[in-house]
């Protein structure tokens, strides 16, 4: 099992930058290396969408067509954290973004869905204002 903590949400003008930070908490020294880990978001009214993933190494990543080349996913296993650095955003970013962390440990494929991740954040707002 593992706690997630989102921070870096916020309120920005369409074309601005937002960071999200993901801290997560472990029983297991070590455990959040082991697992992959993604980004999604929901807005009301919609399911939920993937935004991102990477890897539990790091070095595989994965997105959501809407997002390539705006957004960049990133960990940090060092300190149990994962990041969400979100360039040119638009009005149509406008979502609560939700951290979680997959349940297959040392998954090496392509296939991500919100029914993968076992464990979630409780959110952080993003507003673009047009």
């Known amino acids: 099992q593992v706690q997630l903590l989102e921070s870096g949400g916020g309120l920005v003008q369409a074309g601005g930058s937002l960071r999200l930070s993901c801290a997560a908490s472990?029983?297991?020294?070590?455990?959040?290396?082991?697992?992959?880990m993604g980004w999604f978001r929901q807005t009301p009214g919609k399911e939920r969408e993937f935004v991102a993933a990477i890897n539990y190494s790091g070095d595989t990543k994965f997105y959501a067509d809407s997002v390539k080349g705006r957004f960049t996913i990133s960990r940090d296993n060092a300190k149990d954290m994962v990041y969400l650095q979100m360039n040119s955003l638009k009005p149509e970013d406008t979502a609560v973004y939700y951290c979680a962390a997959d349940r297959r440990p040392y998954y090496r494929g392509s296939a991500y869905s919100g029914s993968d991740f076992g464990s979630w954040g409780q959110g952080t707002q993003v507003t673009v204002s047009s």
């Open positions: 472990t029983r297991t020294f070590g455990a959040f290396g082991q697992y992959a």
